[in-house]
């Protein structure tokens, strides 16, 4: 039996198309580790309650490592997805019980483990004890044999890009904004103030941004006095807007694989990003908040040639392939 792991909303869209093609093919359950529990309504197999305490990714970690018994449920596999701590406690977790761990996004890196904190760390290590690599890109797979990863690597494409066929594209005068990183709290009012400026310069357009639930986050929506601040929006009306708009403001990484499949430029609010595949071709780097108007000049001198680098939307196909022969 193979257990599907996650535990925010990014997670989620990222195992949904592998859930759905996976149906009556494989078997397998699913498991939520609850950070998201507002924004992720789909119920799952098992659900994990993480305990309070004094520092949240620690309670967490001892959340995860206490709640689960794989072998009593007859767990043989575990799959998880991206970066997150959960991710990696519950690889490490299943790793400890002898179980082989499938990592689906494997090999992004930026090699600096404060961009992102902690998510660097966790993907590295993560890989480490690794059975299965499901690399988004070449160029990830690539970074796995340098490192001399154990396990199978296997180039998937990433499979957030399989919720979107059928969308058309268009170009109305909107904006989206994005803004959540834990990189990014602290400066957190710096951004908000120089997008609120670009808002004012790019006054015939509209910006959107949905305001991420942290209060770290949500306690400084009022800097925001030029854009239209919204609750966090269902995937579906997200996507409708990305489709719609001319360009993206993000430090999201799954809204930069979005945004270079329907072939919106994209502003990357971050020091490094692990996506650098699309770079200066679909999307830009923002490394601090005084250069986003500048950048966003720049932005207009994107061509965009080429197919997306991150995938064609065929994912799920690939993947479930690949576990039917192992």
């Known amino acids: 039996m193979l257990l599907i792991c996650y535990g925010t909303r990014p997670e989620y869209l990222k ?18 580790t609850g950070q998201h529990v507002d924004l992720v309504t789909e119920r799952a197999d098992y659900e994990i309650n993480i305990k309070d305490g004094a520092y949240r990714l620690n309670s967490l970690v001892s959340s995860i490592m206490d709640s689960f018994d794989f072998e009593k449920e007859g767990i043989n ?5 991206g970066d997150t701590t959960s991710a990696f406690t519950v690889a490490l977790s299943a790793f400890y019980h002898k179980i082989p761990v499938i990592h689906l996004e494997a090999g992004l890196r ?22 299965l690599h499901l690399c988004p890109t070449e160029l990830a797979k690539q970074r ?37 990183r834990r990189e990014n709290q602290d400066g957190i009012q710096r951004w908000f103030v120089e997008i609120d400026k670009l808002a004012i310069k790019y006054n015939d357009y509209e910006f959107l941004l949905p305001i991420h639930p942290n209060p770290a986050v949500r306690k400084h929506r009022g800097i925001l006095k030029h854009l239209k601040v919204v609750d966090p929006l269902p995937h579906d009306d997200l996507i409708e807007y990305l489709a719609a708009c001319s360009f993206v403001i993000t430090d999201s990484g799954g ?8 072939e919106k430029p994209c502003l990357v609010c971050r020091k490094e990003t692990e996506r650098t595949e699309g770079l200066n071709n679909f999307s830009l780097l923002c490394e601090s908040p005084n250069l986003l108007l500048k950048r966003a000049e720049e932005l207009k001198l994107l061509k965009m040639e080429g197919e997306c680098p991150y995938g064609q939307g065929d994912s799920a196909d690939r993947i479930v392939k690949i576990l039917e022969r192992i």
């Open 15 to 32: 195992v949904k198309p592998l859930i759905e093609k996976m149906r009556g093919i494989i078997e397998f359950k699913t498991l939520f």
């Open 77 to 81: 596999s575990v799959l998880v997805q």
């Open 110 to 131: 930026t090699y600096n483990l404060s961009e992102p904190y902690p998510e660097e760390a966790n993907r590295q290590m993560i890989s480490r004890i690794s059975a």
């Open 144 to 180: 796995l044999i340098e490192e001399r990863a154990p396990g199978r690597i296997e180039v998937v494409g990433n499979t957030v890009l399989d919720n979107l066929h059928g969308i058309k594209t268009r170009r109305e005068k909107k904006v989206l904004v994005t803004m959540h």
């Open 255 to 262: 809204v930069q694989e979005e945004a270079a499949f329907l």
